[in-house]
T-cell receptor, first 112, second 115 residues
Framework: GNSVTQMEGPVTLSEEAFLTINCTYT??????LFWYVQYPGEGLQLLLK?????DKGSNKGFEATYRKETTSFHLEKGSVQVSDSAVYFC???????????FGTGTSLTVIP | EAGVTQSPTHLIKTRGQQATLRCSPI?????VYWYQQALGLGLQFLLW???????NRGNFPPRFSGRQFPNYSSELNVNALELEDSALYLC??????????????FGNGTRLTVT
């Protein structure tokens, strides 16, 4: 079946630190992979996506590479800002089953 | 382009009452998903509507129900409210027959509090 496993939080970093949030997946087919971000009091916003192996998604300084051999899609950012404080969700899509599968979310707090 | 809109933003009900939550998808999107996000937990899939029909539901009791209207907007009803129904309810939309690279688009949610 399909599932997403995300590293547990919360994660606290100092401003300008390097960020990695781990995400691994299990899929029966060839899913697309997504990272969403949820700011306090809001819904989820698409941060980036990758649709096939070795694709790199990037947006706002965040990057993630679709690694089929390790079934991973880790989120990285070289220098975090206070404004990056949010909850991050890894997700995969299964068009055949018309379903999306979400990780449990990782809370990130960046302190000045 | 207007995003997914949800109303009301906040809803306070007492145990045993009914709650109705509304969602308008992005123009052109005909498929609506509902999720429950309880405090400290991830997203739990509730219901999927597509072109006016309920296509799938998650592991929730029958008192969680809904419908999709001809204009593709959707309504989630929760009957006989219980304290543990307190959560953020998120609606998301996507085109029917979406391809493998299409993302879900989310609204900002309705915060339901049951006292």
């Amino acid at each position: 079946g399909n599932s997403v496993t995300q590293m547990e939080g919360p994660v606290t970093l100092s401003e300008e630190a390097f960020l990695t949030i781990n995400c691994t997946y299990t899929a029966t087919g060839y899913p697309s992979l997504f990272w969403y971000v949820q700011y306090p009091g809001e819904g989820l916003q698409l941060l980036l996506k990758a649709t096939k192996a070795d694709d790199k998604g990037s947006n706002k300084g965040f990057e993630a590479t679709y690694r089929k051999e390790t079934t991973s899609f880790h989120l990285e950012k070289g220098s975090v800002q206070v404004s990056d404080s949010a909850v991050y969700f890894c997700a995969l899509s299964d068009p055949a089953g018309n379903q999306f599968y979400f990780g449990t979310g990782t809370s990130l707090t960046v302190i000045p | 382009e207007a995003g997914v809109t949800q109303s009301p933003t906040h809803l306070i009900k007492t145990r045993g009452q009914q709650a109705t939550l509304r969602c308008s998808p992005i123009s052109g999107h005909t498929s609506v998903y509902w999720y429950q996000q309880a405090l400290g937990l991830g997203l739990q899939f509730l219901l999927w509507y597509d072109e006016g029909e309920e296509r799938n539901r998650g592991n929730f009791p029958p008192r969680f129900s809904g419908r999709q209207f001809p204009n593709y907007s959707s309504e989630l009803n929760v009957n006989a409210l219980e304290l543990e129904d307190s959560a953020l309810y998120l609606c998301a939309s996507i085109m029917t027959g979406w391809s493998y690279n299409s993302p879900l688009h989310f609204g900002n949610g309705t915060r339901l509090t049951v006292t």
